[in-house]
């Protein structure tokens, strides 16, 4: 039990001082890459001072964290509140799914750099044409593991549903949900990973406060250090985001 602790520790530490390694033997070989040193050097004062706020894009690395994940909780959360019901109304009406899931297979491919601009043209504001693209780019997973749920319950479910004389909110609470809940968490997780993808070329091309806007002035003002801070900024961020959809949903089935 101890060893497996310590290597839950260990072996992730490993990876990351191997990364680490390697960066640096990429950055000895490759002029306009900084290595590790030289960009904690550049950017410490984002990381030791992370809420301060000196100007519009110049703050802390936590305060912008924040501003793009403000954006991705709303817009993640549009996603799910349509996508959810979607997916149920798919996976139980096969007349519903002839009509709309071609619709949907062709929406589903389009890049968030695509529907943007859309966004821009229809609600002439950055803000909400991020959330309305955020929203729309990431409830695919959700719908479409909605549905696999709902077409994956066993037909054995639906007859003790009728045997017991369940009235259909009765059999959507206690059979439709639980059954789909599993599924539903797997497209939650990928949904809102695609949230945290589009809000960052959003903020690229909109050019407002978050980490994405961040990078983007950083890479007009060729200052390579802190376009590597905000790459690790977003992974270190995602990579939290799946621990926590992972954890709720843990305790979710515990229930």
């Known amino acids: 039990m101890i060893r497996n602790r310590i290597l839950a520790v260990v072996l992730p530490v490993f990876g990351g001082l191997c990364l680490i390694a390697l960066w640096a033997i990429l950055a000895s070989n490759i002029q306009d890459l900084p290595s590790p040193l ?43 509140v349509i996508g959810t019901p979607l997916g149920f109304m798919l996976g139980l009406s096969k007349v519903f799914n002839r009509m709309f899931d071609p619709v949907i297979q062709v929406l589903r491919p389009i890049s968030p750099l695509a529907w943007l601009p859309l966004g821009l043209i229809v609600f002439q504001k950055s803000e909400p044409a991020a959330l309305f693209t955020i929203g729309l780019c990431s409830m695919w997973p959700t719908v479409i593991n909605t549905m696999s749920g709902v077409r994956s319950i066993p037909q054995e479910y639906w007859n003790v549903a009728k045997v017991l004389r369940l009235s259909r909110f009765q059999t959507f609470t206690k059979v439709l949900v639980p059954a789909t809940l599993p599924f539903m968490f797997t497209g939650y997780r990928l949904s809102l990973g695609i949230a945290w993808l589009v809000i960052v070329a ?54």
């Open 38 to 80: 030289k960009t904690w050097q550049e950017s410490k004062i984002y990381i030791l001072q992370p809420l301060d706020k000196r100007g519009e894009m110049d703050q802390g690395i936590l305060r912008l964290a924040y501003y793009s994940l403000f954006r991705v909780a709303k817009g993640f959360l549009l996603g799910a």
């Open 202 to 255: 959003s903020e690229m091309l909109t050019g407002t406060p978050g980490v994405g806007g961040f990078l983007w002035q950083e890479y007009n003002s060729l200052i390579y250090a802190h376009i590597l801070l905000c790459i690790l900024t977003i992974g270190v961020v995602g990579f939290l985001l799946d621990r926590m959809m992972g954890f709720v949903e843990m305790k979710l089935r515990a229930l």
